[in-house]
């Protein structure tokens, strides 16, 4: 995977915003489906996901490059993918089509769309800059 220039995202800055689009997902699917089993039904969604997400970031060393639209693609996929199979073989729940389209649209949209703004922020930043000079 191709690496790009040092980050301006700390690494733990990064991990702590995937994980936070992990946690919306969760809520805003449970609360639109009005369940409450309280913190044991929030961590029996979450976990499966929080799990693919750590092994997508191990997986992809996005610890290296934490903006590198490559590396996060690849990590938003494997979290998707790792969290369904947990989700099925552990959790015991059934493949669902849709929800598997709705998880892979919302992490997706959330987990790249963080870095499409840094991105932008940066990109603005530094033509601002070459501009002032």
Known sequence: MRDEPAPTVRPWVAAAADLAVVVLFVLIGRRSHHEDAGAAG?????????AGLLL???????D???LAWGRAVVAWILTVAVGMALRIAVEGR?????FTVVTLLFLGAGMLGWRAIVRAV???????????V
């Not at 929030?42 to 929080?50: C, D, E, G, Q, T």
């Not at 997508?56 to 996005?62: G, H």
């Not at 059934?94 to 849709?98: G, I, Q, S, Y």
């Open 64 to 66: 290296r490059a934490p």
């Open 122 to 132: 940066r990109a603005r930043r530094r033509s601002s800059a070459v501009a002032e």
């Open 42 to 50: 929030f961590l029996r969604v979450w976990w499966p996901f929080a």
């Open 94 to 98: 059934e493949f669902k089509l849709a």
């Open 56 to 62: 997508a970031w191990l997986v992809t060393r996005l």
